[in-house]
């Protein structure tokens, strides 16, 4: 698959890294700084924003079993003890709010989506008339909102985290199977790190999901800083997706993962300045510089002067350097002819002084 479109914007190997700024809860349920977050994305140079649309209701119930409870040793200490109602209540995205950013976004050009968590969800999100949906990792595994969100027939954006790869698999048929032409996968490593170890991250990942699945992969980073999704983009990843707030110092339950705008600002410069580096398949010189360095390289020179009618030899004829004589792979060719004119040492062979019926 070599891209897929999204609104105006082509998306895949070859094209500019599509970055987006997930708002998450990071507004801290104040409309007013929901409104600045999409600014200070599209300030920071993002291309899109994303919202999350679920309430308590629509991705839990309110219970305080075992089950419920937010444990782990390494998920951030400010969930644990928390039941899964308490966490998504404090940190959902009203509904209302959303026609009304989606409407703010589109005013000041920048692309906004969201991540349905449920089948309503899909329903509210279509008639905002968003241009493709994102897909939660923890949705993956989610079957029957897979089938609503193909029936749109929209590009879908799909984060794989943990899942396996029949897991995948599954997934990205079943959005096939209901409708999905243009799929974009994102490798997603969700230890929610202030500073994410490199060796958890297999950046690999990201070609052998294009390679094996055909579609557009990416990376989705739920971990601190900006040097991994860096990575990501060296490694091929066609879209970028990190976690966006104002100020970690005002707290929530993704500030200690999520960027400033500042540190945006430098990630997206930063990955366009690696995109210049990648840049595209090429083979040859590149620029004048390189094109002058051609001549640096062997050629066949006569190193010993020779009289008109005398045979060449590896000894008054070699490869060596500079390039202005013949190419080296005519070494062979040359060796038992005879000369057509006087050769002085130190110059360049050519044919026009080859006998070549010699």
């Known amino acids: 698959m070599q891209g897929l479109k999204i609104g105006d914007r082509i998306i895949g190997t070859g094209h500019p890294c599509f970055v987006i700024a997930e ?28 919202l999350q649309t679920y309430t308590p209701d629509t991705i839990t119930i309110n219970s305080s079993k075992q089950w419920f409870l937010v444990a782990g040793k390494d998920n951030p200490r400010r969930w644990k003890g928390k039941t899964l109602y308490e966490l998504y209540r404090s940190a959902y995205t009203p509904w209302e709010w959303q026609p009304k950013l989606k409407k703010i976004a589109d005013e000041i050009g920048i692309m906004l989506f969201s991540s349905p968590f449920d089948e309503t969800a899909v329903d509210f999100l279509e008639t905002m008339q968003v241009p493709c949906y994102k897909v939660a990792s923890y949705e993956v595994t989610h079957i029957p909102l897979l089938k609503k969100i193909a029936r749109t027939g929209k590009p879908v954006i799909l984060s794989i985290g943990f899942a396996s790869v029949e897991e995948v698999g599954l997934a990205i048929q079943t959005l096939r199977d209901g409708g999905t032409r ?10 929610y790190a202030d500073e994410p170890k490199a060796e958890d991250m297999h950046l690999a990942t990201i070609r052998d999901i294009r390679e094996r699945f055909c579609v557009v992969s990416g990376f989705s980073d739920n971990n601190g800083g900006i040097e991994i999704p860096l990575r990501a983009v060296m490694a091929g990843a066609s879209i970028v997706e990190k976690h966006f707030i104002l100020d970690r110092s005002d707290a929530g339950p993704d500030a200690n993962f999520s960027l400033e705008p500042t540190e945006l600002k ?20 590149v620029n004048d510089a390189e094109e002058y360095n051609k001549r640096f390289r062997r ?39 005879r000369a057509l004119e006087n050769i002085e040492r130190g110059t360049p062979l050519q044919w026009d002084m080859v006998d070549k019926l010699s």
Not at 266 to 285: D, F, L, N, Q, T
Not at 317 to 337: A, E, T
């Open 23 to 50: 708002l998450s809860g990071n507004h801290h349920q104040r409309y007013e700084e929901a409104v600045k977050l999409i600014h200070a994305a599209k300030e920071a140079g993002a291309d899109a924003v994303k």
């Open 182 to 191: 243009d799929i974009a996968v994102l490798h997603c490593v969700t230890s």
């Open 266 to 285: 430098v990630m997206v410069e930063k990955i366009r300045e690696a995109e210049k580096a990648i840049g595209s398949v090429h083979y040859g010189p």
């Open 299 to 337: 050629s066949i020179f006569v190193v010993e002067d020779i009289k008109k009618g005398e045979v060449f030899t590896g000894k008054n004829v070699r490869v060596i350097r500079p390039g202005n004589g013949l190419h080296s792979k005519f070494f062979d060719q040359v060796v038992g002819k």
